[in-house]
């Protein structure tokens, strides 16, 4: 019965071998016990990660929220605020001169270019992104300039109350500011007008282009971006573009296309000659001023003469002394720059460099108003040459030709701002006599001649005087901007009053004008001497 027993428990185990049973049995239970709580822990990483991972729209809504806190702040609110309600009056006022069927499509070939420039931004933003990633960059790809906005506002804005013949060609034009290669930003631009049947002119299209592909090069190289960033580039790029391809039968246009023309041939001389002799020496000045008056006299001559029927300088002669009232203006502007120059050169050390500038802008409204009410076609005939002349003191500065070039270099720097510092280039004045100039050639508006003339220098002034509240992320003070405000409108009501300028546009229009523009003055970095007049001749013409 005893052996029974025992071959029904079976063998017994010494003490040792149940012990490493036991350890056995523990390990095999502790590493389920790890196998059953890795498999949990994947379990609950993959809900997490789904739970975690958003839906494109929950992706876009992320992304959006994150690039307005970064890069949209309470001044660009503002600015674009004011753009949008400028865009929405323009429609409202113009909708019904756009009705027809070509004006339609000319409407959504332009939509067409700011939706592929937009669609261009996003692409070269992602191919950046993806590079950065590949070289295990970390960090924010940068966005292009915030004043890319003002270019595709005036590119398109301008033409749309103006000169719609324009419209697609600047549109499209706008891509230039996009960081591709020279020959994909022709090939966008040549698709974009070419998708018009209205611009169906293949070579004028080219020349277009063309144009401004070489002005943007040009312009490039002399400036370094520096003295001109890229949007400023792209801008006065397309404004040259427009100067050239618009057909106007008015003298003064005339004079200044084939002005502009024969500086950008003498420009092209010099640029070549410079090139090869970069030793600024007496006898290489002598070379470049022979050379560049060739050049210029020679095209000018060759251009304006078949037009006038004469020698372009006895037309010129003969055209000054036709009436009293233009020796009147010519003696008044001659007197006052004999005196004036020279006493503000006198006593500039006295003065601030901010109120140093904007003397300047003082005396143009004061010789300017005048005489463009008593005779407009000789002062818009002089305001062309007068911009050109600008440009060669400027040749004539940068090159540093004897025996003006020391001379001009040494003064004229006195009255730069910090924008003429970054560069080789001067362009405070050049872009004051833009700002004035071409809205009276372009519309006989002297919109810009009293924001510049009055408003912007008042601003600065007061501002940096008396300013206490800034606007937000900006220099610009609250009180510089009321001072611009009323100072625009109470010049801009006086002409009114006189009968001089603004038949058209009433009193609440001004005002209007003047509030809006002086808001965005106050806090746009972008230089006022070309957005502000352009801005201000939209509006106006929107509330006309």
Same mark, same amino acid.
């Not at 063998?11 to 239970?29: C, F, G, H, N, T």
């Not at 510092?421 to 362009?427: K, M, N, Q, S, Y």
């Not at 806090?523 to 502000?532: L, R």
């Given at each position: 019965?005893?052996?029974?027993?025992?071959?029904?428990?079976?063998?017994?185990?010494?003490?040792?071998?149940?012990?490493?049973?036991?350890?056995?049995?523990?390990?095999?239970?502790?590493?389920?016990?790890?196998?059953?709580?890795?498999?949990?822990?994947?379990?609950?990483?993959?809900?997490?990660?789904?739970?975690?991972?958003?839906?494109?729209?929950?992706?876009?809504?992320?992304?959006?929220?994150?690039?307005?806190?970064?890069?949209?702040?309470?001044?660009?609110?503002?600015?674009?605020?004011?753009?949008?309600?400028?865009?929405?009056?323009?429609?409202?006022?113009?909708?019904?001169?756009?009705?027809?069927?070509?004006?339609?499509?000319?409407?959504?070939?332009?939509?067409?270019?700011?939706?592929?420039?937009?669609?261009?931004?996003?692409?070269?933003?992602?191919?950046?992104?993806?590079?950065?990633?590949?070289?295990?960059?970390?960090?924010?790809?940068?966005?292009?300039?915030?004043?890319?906005?003002?270019?595709?506002?005036?590119?398109?804005?301008?033409?749309?109350?103006? /000169?719609?013949?324009?419209?697609?060609?600047?549109?499209?034009?706008?891509?230039?500011?996009?960081?591709?290669?020279?020959?994909?930003?022709?090939?966008?631009?040549?698709?974009?007008?070419?998708?018009?049947?209205?611009?169906?002119?293949?070579?004028?299209?080219?020349?277009?282009?063309?144009?401004?592909?070489?002005?943007?090069?040009?312009?490039?190289?002399?400036?370094?971006?520096?003295?001109?960033?890229?949007?400023?580039?792209?801008?006065?790029?397309?404004?040259?573009?427009?100067?050239?391809?618009?057909?106007?039968?008015?003298?003064?246009?005339?004079?200044?296309?084939?002005?502009?023309?024969?500086?950008?041939?003498?420009?092209?001389?010099?640029?070549?000659?410079?090139?090869?002799?970069?030793?600024?020496?007496?006898?290489?000045?002598?070379?470049?001023?022979?050379?560049?008056?060739?050049?210029?006299?020679?095209?000018?001559?060759?251009?304006?003469?078949?037009?006038?029927?004469?020698?372009?300088?006895?037309?010129?002669?003969?055209?000054?002394?036709?009436?009293?009232?233009?020796?009147?203006?010519?003696?008044?502007?001659?007197?006052?720059?004999?005196?004036?120059?020279?006493?503000?050169?006198?006593?500039?050390?006295?003065?601030?460099?901010?109120?140093?500038?904007?003397?300047?802008?003082?005396?143009?409204?004061?010789?300017?108003?005048?005489?463009?009410?008593?005779?407009?076609?000789?002062? /818009?005939?002089?305001?062309?040459?007068?911009?050109?002349?600008?440009?060669?003191?400027?040749?004539?500065?940068?090159?540093?030709?004897?025996?003006?070039?020391?001379?001009?270099?040494?003064?004229?720097?006195?009255?730069?701002?910090?924008?003429?510092?970054?560069?080789?280039?001067?362009?405070?004045?050049?872009?004051?006599?833009?700002?004035?100039?071409?809205?009276?050639?372009?519309?006989?508006?002297?919109?810009?001649?009293?924001?510049?003339?009055?408003?912007?220098?008042?601003?600065?002034?007061?501002?940096?005087?008396?300013?206490?509240?800034?606007?937000?992320?900006?220099? /610009?003070?609250?009180?510089?901007?009321?001072?611009?405000?009323?100072?625009?409108?109470?010049?801009?009501?006086?002409?009114?009053?006189?009968?001089?300028?603004?038949?058209?546009?009433?009193?609440?229009?001004?005002?209007?004008?003047?509030?809006?523009?002086?808001?965005?003055?106050?806090?746009?970095?972008?230089?006022?001497?070309?957005?502000?007049?352009?801005?201000?001749?939209?509006?106006?013409?929107?509330?006309?």
């Amino acid at each position: 019965m005893a052996k029974t027993r025992s071959q029904q428990q079976g063998p017994v185990l010494s003490q040792r071998d149940r012990k490493k049973a036991a350890a056995q049995s523990r390990a095999e239970a502790e590493a389920a016990q790890k196998d059953k709580q890795r498999i949990d822990e994947e379990e609950a990483k993959k809900e997490d990660l789904i739970q975690r991972t958003p839906i494109p729209q929950e992706q876009f809504l992320n992304w959006l929220a994150w690039f307005c806190k970064t890069h949209f702040t309470t001044s660009r609110f503002v600015q674009l605020s004011a753009l949008l309600f400028v865009v929405q009056q323009a429609y409202l006022a113009f909708e019904e001169e756009y009705q027809s069927e070509k004006d339609i499509n000319l409407l959504i070939s332009t939509v067409c270019a700011l939706v592929a420039l937009l669609a261009g931004i996003a692409i070269t933003i992602r191919v950046k992104f993806q590079i950065r990633k590949q070289k295990g960059e970390t960090g924010p790809v940068p966005l292009p300039p915030w004043n890319a906005v003002y270019l595709v506002f005036l590119a398109v804005m301008l033409p749309f109350v103006y /000169k719609r013949d324009l419209l697609l060609y600047n549109a499209a034009l706008t891509s230039s500011v996009l960081d591709l290669p020279w020959f994909a930003k022709i090939a966008i631009q040549v698709s974009l007008v070419s998708s018009n049947t209205s611009h169906n002119d293949t070579l004028f299209n080219l020349k277009v282009i063309g144009l401004n592909t070489i002005v943007q090069y040009f312009l490039t190289q002399i400036t370094e971006l520096k003295s001109l960033d890229e949007v400023e580039v792209s801008l006065f790029s397309i404004l040259l573009t427009d100067v050239y391809i618009i057909d106007s039968q008015e003298l003064y246009f005339v004079v200044l296309q084939k002005l502009l023309v024969s500086f950008g041939v003498g420009a092209s001389v010099l640029y070549a000659i410079t090139r090869v002799w970069t030793s600024n020496t007496t006898a290489r000045s002598c070379v470049l001023l022979a050379s560049w008056g060739a050049a210029f006299v020679g095209t000018t001559l060759h251009q304006l003469d078949p037009i006038l029927g004469k020698n372009s300088l006895v037309w010129l002669y003969e055209y000054i002394t036709a009436t009293s009232t233009r020796i009147s203006i010519i003696a008044l502007w001659l007197i006052s720059l004999v005196l004036l120059i020279p006493t503000i050169f006198s006593y500039k050390v006295q003065f601030s460099p901010n109120f140093r500038r904007k003397i300047w802008h003082f005396l143009v409204l004061g010789l300017v108003s005048l005489p463009l009410h008593l005779d407009p076609e000789f002062v /818009k005939l002089s305001l062309s040459g007068c911009l050109v002349l600008f440009l060669i003191v400027e040749q004539t500065r940068y090159l540093k030709l004897h025996p003006f070039g020391e001379f001009l270099d040494q003064h004229l720097r006195t009255f730069a701002d910090f924008r003429d510092e970054r560069g080789p280039i001067i362009f405070s004045y050049i872009y004051l006599i833009i700002g004035i100039t071409l809205p009276i050639l372009f519309n006989n508006s002297v919109a810009g001649l009293v924001v510049l003339g009055v408003g912007d220098s008042l601003a600065s002034i007061i501002g940096s005087n008396w300013g206490e509240i800034k606007w937000s992320r900006s220099n /610009k003070t609250v009180e510089g901007t009321m001072g611009f405000i009323v100072a625009s409108f109470l010049v801009s009501a006086l002409f009114k009053l006189l009968g001089w300028f603004f038949e058209d546009s009433s009193y609440n229009a001004l005002l209007l004008a003047c509030t809006v523009s002086g808001i965005l003055e106050g806090n746009s970095d972008m230089n006022d001497n070309i957005m502000i007049p352009g801005f201000m001749c939209v509006l106006l013409e929107a509330t006309n």
